[in-house]
């Protein structure tokens, strides 16, 4: 009877907790960066309350399920589920465990603690003094994927980096001369704008010189609706110029330059970096500092072979088109990884490969 009893109540844990997730993924890339945590109030077996976290600024989960709820005092007797640990600091808004303890709710349960050092158990810490019952720790990895890039970097320091490419099948970025300043096609229109799908869901993305040399990308949201990332490039020397869509002032830009002349003006930020030195190691600090949670490299060749090759990665996006190439600049070659995904666009392919 008692086992019984126990598996009832972590069965129901797990089922509310589950909601949590499905209320995150409302939030995940409007609230970067901060995480996107969901949240259901549950009295007397029934959600009486949902939310999740509002756009970056605005109002996290715990206040959004919390101010949901009709009746304000059945919180006196109600469990609030949450997926990520209740913030213990005050930042764009105040912490949410002293909202917790202030509606004298007495049960809390967790799905896993907060990484940020400004947090990590101390809003459990503060609701266990004020006598509410937390429990920790139901869908713990669940819950830690759905915040995969927060998790990261927090723990990492880094951004949580997505490289991406499109590829023939006999493995050719593109070929070797070309007529004009413009990218090679290997995907279809439908791929193309999935790319563009993922401009508008990741913080910022990245290309080296030579792809700004060959291509003048703009990387922002033409063909999909969403905000333009942050656009960053290396670019040692200083070769490009106001002429390029990089610097048209349509998003943030970051150029990651050894040329100490450039000056940060109203439309690129300059940072330093040696290039004499372990050059990626100072990309990622740069953009840790600039607060960026994901990042897309888009290329080139080399851009992206250096990021394999330093095992600075946690996927792959890879666009498979269906014409072959039989020479050209070979694609970058990833020889480990862990899992694979596969999708179809049309006539193209999408894998999807993790460490």
């Known amino acids: 009877m008692f086992k019984d009893t126990v598996l009832s109540i972590l069965e ?10 499905q209320l995150a993924k409302q939030g995940t890339f409007a609230a970067m960066p901060n995480p996107s945590v969901g949240a259901v109030v549950v009295y007397n077996d029934k959600i009486i309350g949902e939310g999740f976290t509002s756009a970056y600024g605005g109002p996290h989960a715990e206040p959004n399920a919390i101010a949901s709820v009709k009746n304000q005092e059945l919180l006196k007797e109600s469990t609030l589920y949450v997926s990520l640990e209740p913030c213990s600091h005050f930042g764009k808004t105040p912490p949410c465990c002293d ?8 049960r809390v349960v967790i799905g896993t603690v907060d990484p940020f050092a400004k947090v990590c158990g101390r809003g459990i810490q503060k609701m266990r003094e004020a006598g509410i019952d937390v429990v920790v720790g139901v869908l713990e990895k ?20 997505i490289l991406k490419w499109a590829e023939t099948p006999d493995h050719y970025l593109a070929p070797l001369t070309r007529d004009n300043q413009r990218p090679f ?7 193309k704008q999935t790319v563009h799908q993922y401009r508008s869901e990741e913080m910022a993305f990245l290309v080296g010189t030579q792809t700004v040399l060959d291509d003048n990308p703009s990387l922002t949201t033409r063909d999909w609706y969403g905000n333009n990332p942050v ?6 020397t200083g070769k490009i110029d106001s002429s390029f869509a990089l610097q048209n002032g349509e998003a943030k830009t970051i150029c990651i330059t050894a040329n100490e002349a450039l000056v940060t003006t109203e439309n690129v930020i300059y940072e330093y970096a040696d290039f ?9 600090a740069i953009l840790y500092r600039h607060n960026i949670l994901s990042l897309v490299v888009e290329g080139g060749r080399q851009t992206l072979q250096s990021f394999i090759d330093h095992n600075l990665w946690d996927e792959a996006r890879i666009f498979v088109g269906e014409t072959n190439l039989h020479e050209g600049l070979k694609a970058p070659v990833i020889s480990k990884f862990d899992t694979e995904e596969k999708h179809l666009i049309l006539n193209d392919t999408l894998r999807i490969v993790f460490p």
């Open 185 to 191: 096609w290997i995907s279809n229109t439908y791929s």
């Open 142 to 161: 669940e819950c830690q994927e759905s915040n995969k890039r927060f998790f990261t970097f927090h723990q990492k320091q880094r951004p949580y980096i």
């Open 99 to 106: 909202l917790v303890i202030a509606k004298q709710i007495p």
């Open 12 to 21: 129901k844990h797990e089922l509310y907790i589950s909601r949590c997730l």
């Open 231 to 236: 656009r960053v490039y290396l670019d040692r």
């Open 276 to 284: 004499d030195q372990e050059l990626l190691p100072q990309v990622c």
